[in-house]
């Protein structure tokens, strides 16, 4: 047993890996964020757009994911689930083509898939600044402020529905991706501060 703790790093050695990686990423981290503002903005300015547009795209992914089951299941025809993993991807088709026809339609199922996304975003985000706290100077703080936002915003989707949900996916996407996109750039800027 003790051979394999020996092999587990230390809590120093994690928390100067973390630097580590911030400081070689710190590039990507800052071009991330930028486009991650820009989107944001635009949802923001243009939530009706955002919502539409998010439904159709999520749409997509489901009909495209559906496909790729469908063609693997067939693929694999000797394994466990067959007809299961058939019946799971042709209802990924379904449901990505109703998405993609009628996003106004779907903007309501989404509406309810973000309020989770939200909630589990929000709490892994807190998670990570506590974190990235250890390592990361002053930017922990703006990863935590993103998880508390996630969480409001989740609050706040739920006791408008089903009302705001034309409106509300696309702005609410637009926020989050406004703060995450500020979380991460705030993170390659302290990240010229972190010791070497």
Known sequence: MQSSNAALPSAAEMTERAREAIRENRTLFMIEGVVLVVLGLFAVLWPQIAT?????????????????????????????GFWWSVLTGVLAILVGLVLAADPFAGALSLTMVLIAMFVIEGIFQIIAG???????????????????????????????????????????????????????????????????
Request: net charge positive; charged share 10%.
């Open 130 to 196: 506590l974190e990235f706290r250890k390592a990361a100077a002053s930017s922990w703080v703006w990863i935590i402020i993103s998880g508390v936002i996630d969480l409001a915003l989740a609050v706040l989707l739920l006791a408008g529905w089903p009302g705001t949900a034309v409106w509300a996916v696309g702005l609410l996407v637009g926020i989050n991706l406004l703060f995450a996109g500020l979380a991460l750039f705030m993170t390659a800027m302290a990240a010229k501060d972190l010791p070497a």
């Open 52 to 80: 539409l547009t998010t439904a159709v795209f999520v749409g997509w992914l489901f009909i495209i994911g559906g496909i790729v089951r469908l063609v693997s299941t067939v693929r694999h025809r000797q394994a466990p």
